[in-house]
């Protein structure tokens, strides 16, 4: 059996299996697989776009993105109690990867300027259902990402962000700006790239969001692709710190 596509570029790990995970309504980070679920992720993304006027409410929902079946790429759905909140994509690419990161078409040039050549994740396409929390959802929709980052021992965490958004993601994610304004096809606001040095500053953020730092038993069941379980106790603490963090969070 080939492997599966999220596992390309992955750091071998001398790990135990995963153990497992019994789903007792908790919030959890499962991928999109099924048809229902890709339904899920295109009606969240549609509803973003024409919410934050990348799309007029009288377009067509776009076609597939051909991205999301690329090498190296994972779509993530936030569900809790068999409802789905949210939704992102987690790319990663490295030297000799055998796609590059969605970002890179609009920011290839502040990709390689400031990157170069090593391994890196990007965070694309985040979305949240209107009636969810947003703040909390984002944060852990983030969750996939950073996880991503310890399996493949990453040097950089990326955005390609609205510039209404840049504030939050400085303040709740500690990202940097690292690019202008840029057009991004397929979408009517300009995009700007942000970062996070995940080798030297994941563990500010881990203080911060304690939950937000993988655990080993979390970066086994990411690389066998299983799903990541939140615990429901952790629930308040992650609201309150987010929204905290964040002032009102209107990412």
Not at 83 to 88: N, Y
Request: hydrophobic share 45%; proline share 6%.
């Amino acid at each position: 059996m080939s492997p599966a596509p999220w596992t390309s570029g992955l750091v071998e790990l001398a790990f135990d299996e995963p153990s497992s995970a019994k789903n007792t309504g908790s919030a959890l980070l499962r991928r999109a697989a099924s048809r229902e679920d890709w339904a899920a992720v295109r009606a969240l993304r549609f509803a973003a776009m024409v919410r934050d006027g990348d799309l007029a409410p009288s377009a067509l929902p776009p076609a597939a993105d051909p991205q999301d079946g690329a090498a190296g790429s994972s779509t993530f759905l936030l569900a809790e109690q068999g409802r789905v909140l949210g939704a992102t994509r987690c790319s990663h690419a490295s030297a000799g990867s055998p796609s590059p990161l969605p970002a890179a078409r609009a920011f290839g040039e502040e990709i390689d300027a400031r990157i170069g050549r090593a391994a890196v994740v990007e965070a694309g396409l985040t979305v949240v259902d209107r009636a969810a929390d947003r703040a909390q959802s984002m944060l852990r929709l983030f969750k996939a990402h950073m996880t991503a980052c310890a399996a493949l021992d990453a040097e950089w965490l990326v955005a390609a962000v609205a510039e209404r958004q840049m504030g939050f993601y400085c303040r709740v994610f500690e990202m940097e700006i690292l690019s202008g304004a840029a057009p991004v096809q397929g979408l009517a606001l300009p995009r700007v790239l942000m970062g996070l040095r995940y080798r030297e500053r994941a563990s500010v953020l881990h203080r911060r969001h304690p939950f937000l730092a993988p655990t080993g038993d979390e970066v086994r069941r990411y690389v066998s692709g299983a799903d990541l379980v939140f615990d429901a106790r952790d629930a308040g603490s992650i609201a309150t710190r987010v929204h905290a963090a964040a002032g009102d969070a209107r990412a």
